[in-house]
């Protein structure tokens, strides 16, 4: 693993060097989505655990640590994600078992998009022995928001009696779905968003068509920029903003059937940020996120009530909380998409 981070993140990882004399048993990063929260916490856990750390506190990528780190199987690191996350085989040490028994019972249905209670419950034997290098023991965990409850419940007790020598590193795309109590243990660092100017560059290095339009498409987050523009595919965005710029009911059932399959997260993203522009529109005549709708926007907008356009927003927001765990996906975007055109009617 490289010792690089991200450009925006140079000043983020100079405070960060700050707290390393008095460690917090608990970090909880956050900040949107797309901007590098969890490969920062990666490197700051290699940091942690290098045993020639560099003054910077990057790792020295040298030593045995290091080594070991970068191979997925440092006896001193455990990382807990929803299994939809995982692309990497899992360390040493870490739910040991026939692989190919486990394949196949993941193959046997989709894999979980939430961190659950025995993810938790197996960093047990992991906390409560002693350390492989008579260093600190580090978790990370990402993104938090992914805890259902038991899970959380279960984080919360060993976050209230923390093993001792062991960091606990989180990150999070919105605070505001976890736990106060969870909340209230951990030492909050936030990791901002770069400049639109500092992201656009940083696409632009990459090799990255288009990068000005991808970038605002993904409300300025570069990671989820490039993600996308690899991908190189705007059909399932354009079909469901065509709708959006010309509403009506038979449009949106159709749509509702063409995207069924799409991210439904994702979908109330796009909704929420094209009516971001509209609010925007028409209180100030500019377009943050689709300056290629600017015209129907604009449209729309002489035609909409403001009251409407906020219980839009409104409900686009509580939306937002569900879209992960819906009854029927086909049925969520009919209902959005309705609420929509009526808004506009």
Known sequence: MSNSIYPWQESSWQQLQQLRQRM????????????????????????????????SGHACGQCASCGWFTQHNHPDYRRVRPEALED??????????????????????????????????????????STHRQGLRVVVLYPAEALNMPASNALLKT???????????????????????????????ALPMPSHAEALAWLKAQGVADADSWLREQGGAPLAAMAQAETGNRDDMDALLQLLAHPSIEGALKTAEKLQKV?????????????????????AGSVRYYPRYQRELASLADKIHVSRLLAAIKSANERRATA?????????????????????A
């Open 88 to 129: 990497e085989p899992p360390a040493d040490g870490e739910e040991g078992g026939d692989s190919e028994s486990k394949k196949t019972a993941k193959s046997a249905k989709a894999p979980s998009k939430e961190i659950k209670i025995e993810q938790i419950r197996n960093l047990a034997d992991f906390m409560n022995i």
């Open 324 to 344: 992960d765990h819906p009854l029927s996906p086909k049925l969520f975007i009919e209902d959005m998409l309705l609420d929509y055109t009526a808004c506009c």
């Open 159 to 189: 976050l209230e009696e923390p093993p001792p020598g062991t960091v606990f590193l989180l990150a999070s795309n919105s605070l505001d779905r976890l736990l106060p109590t969870i909340l209230s243990r951990c030492r909050k660092f």
């Open 24 to 55: 917090p048993h608990a970090i909880l990063f956050h900040g949107a989505a797309g901007i590098g929260k969890s490969d920062f916490i990666e490197r700051f856990a290699q940091g942690l655990l290098c045993e020639a750390v560099l003054p």
């Open 263 to 283: 991210s439904l997260s994702a979908q109330v993203s796009w909704v929420q940020r094209w009516l971001y522009d509209l609010f925007s529109y028409k209180l």
